[in-house]
């Protein structure tokens, strides 16, 4: 059955980086983007980026541009998502969302990754 | 980028009511808009994918509708498990926004 199983919860400081891992299994993994959406305490949705898993090309969320990467291990099946220069309102749950290529809805998620940014 | 609204911000239900909640994007987005629910510690669920077509699996007591600016999501009955929050995403064109969300809870 398909699955993206995230890593564990992350307490950072301000400034610092953290990076979230998104492990796929039960399909071809490069047949299908990755999407990462997070969510802040009492907050709605919020699109982060997308990555294509076949050739490595992003798209990102304006307001993050410059603070985040997305990259992809296609020998492990894992997308990751890098963000830096953290800042409070940063603090939230990541997910990640498999994202069919000739579709545009996201079929299955990830359990999500609270990141929280406190000194 | 396109922004999206929806309204009600909440609302409270019975269960068996019909609920009707409305989605409208900033600009012309075609049919490219999602609806997903979101129930608190689970993650989002796609119900419906291209404005009015139902994500499998789903049950039919959900539908959408509209094109271009409006669409609405409608629960014909709305059950015990359908106690959540609903979003809207537009995927037209990048950013793909999602609305702010419509809270249903229990009356």
């Known amino acids: 059955q398909v699955q993206l199983m995230q890593s564990g919860a992350e307490v950072k400081k301000p400034g610092a980086s953290v990076k979230v891992s998104c492990k796929a299994s039960?399909?071809?993994?490069?047949?299908?983007?990755i999407s990462w959406v997070r969510q802040a305490p009492g907050q709605g949705l919020e699109w982060l980026a997308w990555i294509s898993t076949y050739n490595g090309n992003t798209n990102y969320a304006p307001k993050l541009q410059g603070r985040v990467t997305m990259t992809t291990d296609t020998s492990t099946g894992t997308a990751y998502m890098e963000l830096r220069s953290l800042r409070s309102d940063d603090t939230a749950v990541y997910y990640c969302?498999?994202?069919?290529?000739?579709?545009?809805?996201?079929?299955?998620w990830g359990q999500g990754t609270l990141v929280t940014v406190s000194s | 980028d396109i922004q999206m609204t929806q309204s009600p911000s909440s609302l409270s239900a019975s269960v068996g009511d019909r609920v009707t909640i409305t989605c409208r994007a900033s600009?012309?987005?075609?049919?490219?808009l999602n609806w997903y629910q979101h129930k608190p510690g689970r993650v989002p669920k796609v119900l419906i994918y291209?404005?009015?077509s139902l994500q499998s699996g789903v049950p039919s007591r959900f539908s959408g509708s509209g094109s271009g600016t409006d669409f609405t999501l409608t629960i014909s009955s709305l059950q015990p498990e359908d106690f959540a929050t609903y979003y809207c995403q537009q995927t037209y064109s990048s950013p793909p926004n999602f609305g702010p969300g419509t809270k249903v809870d229990i009356k």
């Open positions: 969302a498999r994202t069919p290529y000739s579709s545009t809805w996201y079929d299955y």
């Open positions: 291209d404005a009015s």
């Open positions: 039960g399909y071809t993994f490069i047949n299908y983007g």
């Open positions: 600009q012309s987005i075609s049919s490219y």
